[in-house]
Nanobody, 124 residues
Framework: QVQLVESGGGLVQAGGSLRLSCAAS????????MGWFRQAPGKDREFVAG???????IYADSVKGRFTISRDNAKNTVPLQMNSLKPEDTAVYYC??????????????????WGQGTQVTVSS
């Protein structure tokens, strides 16, 4: 059974940093594409960052230059380093994985597996 488990969320002041991690189990996730999404209250789930194989990355314009996605294939984890956090980054952050495709894309419906999410709150 495929499982994605996020960790690392919490409360941070504006300008601070957090490092999220997504641990995958049930099958190797390399070389398949993985992504991070977020959903704020009352808003749709939105793409944050994605990583393919071997390490091509894409980012939402709102996080470009502040967030960095990477992957540790040996540990089957996908960290998301978030710097210079803003109150508008407050959301539940979800990890997602594609079943077969190696190219990261932005639509949520392109991804086959999802974690339960981790809350990130940025205070002003």
């Amino acid at each position: 059974q495929v499982q994605l488990v996020e960790s690392g969320g919490g409360l941070v002041q504006a300008g601070g940093s957090l490092r999220l991690s997504c641990a995958a189990s049930g099958r190797p996730f390399s070389p398949y594409a993985m992504g991070w999404f977020r959903q704020a209250p009352g808003k749709d789930r939105e793409f944050v960052a994605g990583i393919g194989w071997p390490s091509n990355t894409i980012y939402a314009d709102s996080v470009k230059g502040r967030f960095t996605i990477s992957r540790d294939n040996a540990k089957n984890t996908v960290p998301l380093q978030m710097n210079s956090l803003k109150p508008e980054d407050t959301a539940v952050y979800y990890c997602a994985a594609k079943k077969w495709n190696v190219v990261p894309t932005t639509p949520a419906h392109d991804y086959d597996y999802w974690g339960q999410g981790t809350q990130v709150t940025v205070s002003s």
